[in-house]
């Protein structure tokens, strides 16, 4: 049973590029949530989905974020016009239905804005 | 107040030593109570949970959570240099409420 993928592991960006981020859960779960962590910083909740539908987004920053799970396919998370500020660790987790709370992460992807 | 509060260390115990690691959250009504470890450059992994008043153990782990105090604390019996990560404390207060993790707490276990 494969884990949680996420894609690219390593994305580099020249400001004001977009970003796309990439996270196949674990099979069986429909649950998907976006964390981001700064350099020494703790994990940041940013956004939780289920499919075709944002459950708790009050941790996206209101401009130039933007996250999806559609019906079929990767959640994307979407970060429009990067800047600097928008480098760290972007961490996918999933958890299933039936145990919302267990939280499985995926091996993260490290953006890093030029 | 922070929701989660962790002294982000870093922990220092001797090889052999127990570490304890503790965490006070403000929430009342998180029910659960996970433990993740992170290893520098890695995504964290669930080590432990917890939902009842007193102590769970696991292997070398034991976690202990007091929620009249709002405290949950972790032990590590026999401590490991391969123990040496960021330790996240994680409480939960149910349904689709979103798992809130505090900063982490470091620890090295030297050899």
């Known amino acids: 049973n494969a884990g949680v993928m996420q894609n690219p592991r390593h994305l580099v960006r020249r400001r004001g590029q977009e970003a796309r981020l990439r996270c196949s859960p674990m099979?069986?779960?429909?649950?998907v949530y976006w964390y981001r962590q700064l350099p020494e910083e703790g994990l940041k909740f940013m956004v939780y989905?289920?499919?075709?539908?944002?459950?708790?987004e009050s941790g996206m920053p209101k401009e130039r974020f933007s996250a999806e799970f559609p019906k079929e396919g990767p959640s994307i998370l979407r970060i429009q016009q990067v800047v600097r500020g928008d480098s760290a660790a972007y961490f996918c987790?999933?958890?299933?239905?039936?145990?919302?709370?267990?939280?499985?992460f995926g091996p993260g992807t490290r953006l890093l804005v030029l | 107040q922070k929701e989660v509060e962790q002294n982000s260390g870093p922990l220092s115990v001797p090889e052999g030593a127990i570490a304890s690691l503790n965490c006070t959250y403000s929430?009342?009504?998180?029910?659960?109570f996970f433990w993740y470890r992170q290893y520098s450059g890695k995504s964290p992994e669930l080590i432990m949970f917890?939902?009842?008043?007193g102590d769970k153990e696991d292997g070398r782990f034991t976690a202990q959570l007091n929620k009249a105090s709002q405290y949950v604390s972790l032990l590590i019996r026999d401590s490991q240099p391969s123990d040496s990560a960021t330790y996240l404390c994680?409480?939960?207060?149910?349904?689709?409420?979103?798992?809130?993790f505090g900063i982490g707490t470091k620890l090295q276990v030297i050899p």
């Open positions: 929430d009342r009504g998180s029910q659960s």
């Open positions: 987790a999933s958890s299933p239905l039936d145990s919302q709370e267990t939280q499985y």
């Open positions: 917890i939902y009842s008043n």
């Open positions: 099979k069986g779960h429909s649950h």
């Open positions: 994680a409480p939960y207060s149910g349904g689709y409420q979103k798992v809130t």
């Open positions: 989905l289920q499919k075709e539908n944002i459950i708790d």
